[in-house]
């Protein structure tokens, strides 16, 4: 798919308040640093469409983007980030829990892992969570650059008996690199599959 355009809607704190349209959506989510934003900017070949930053919790709010003027992205607060403070801590966990269970919207989720690290018990458990919840999700590794392609397979082959032990079957996933586009058409083809599905079911 190409990207002819790419815009910044709105950041929201509060589910209710995100736009009303009921074009298809796209949410990425994971663990504060995994690279949730800078994948919004590889994705749409955009610098810094999404802010990003090498400290983790940079990104607080929900963050709308439309693409190609017919559907979004949204990127969104990371989780399991201890340096907040308790209690707001708690109100990102509410609003972006909020924002799974309510957002009609929500074709898709893309929970993202550093393919660098072990499965953690965080990522598996917000993973079981939208399963209970009957949420669809993808698995994204990133930061395949800091891997060789070896380890790659090798991490990804951990990461699928893991999810195994509690998953009849293994989500679909992705390997991407926002430092060097790998991954880039693998996902937006993808996307491009589902917009053409919600179609075909709307018209
Ligand atoms: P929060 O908004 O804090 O939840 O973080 P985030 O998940 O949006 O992460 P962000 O995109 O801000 O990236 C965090 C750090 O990881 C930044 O320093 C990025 O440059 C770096 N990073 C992100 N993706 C990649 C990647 O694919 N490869 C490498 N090498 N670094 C990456
Ligand atoms: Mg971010």
Redesign the pocket.
């Known amino acids: 798919m190409k990207i002819k355009s790419a815009e910044f809607v709105m950041s929201n704190s509060d589910v209710e308040k995100c736009p009303k349209s009921r074009l298809p959506e796209y949410a990425f989510i ?1 663990r ?8 919004i900017n590889m994705l749409t070949d955009r610098k810094s469409l999404a802010k ?3 400290r ?4 607080q709010l929900i963050n709308h983007f439309l693409i190609n003027k017919n559907w979004h992205l949204v990127d969104l ?2 989780y399991g980030y201890a340096r907040v403070s308790k209690s707001s801590k708690k109100t990102f966990q509410k609003f972006i829990t909020q924002y799974f269970a309510l957002r009609e919207q929500l074709v898709t989720a893309f929970v993202l892992v550093d393919i660098r690290h072990e499965p953690q018990t965080i990522d598996l458990e917000f993973m079981q969570w939208l399963g209970e919840n009957g949420i669809p999700f993808s698995i994204i590794f ?2 395949a ?2 891997l060789k392609p070896m380890a790659i397979k090798r991490h990804v082959e951990d990461y699928k008996n893991i999810l195994l032990e509690t998953w009849e079957n293994v989500p679909n996933y992705f390997i ?4 060097n586009g790998v991954g880039q058409e693998d996902v937006l083809g993808y996307i491009e599959g589902l917009n053409k599905n919600m179609n075909l079911e709307f018209h």
């Open positions: 994971g504060s640093n995994v690279g949730k934003s800078s994948l990003t930053s090498g983790p919790g940079k990104t607060p990371g990133t930061k650059d800091k991407t690199s926002s430092s």
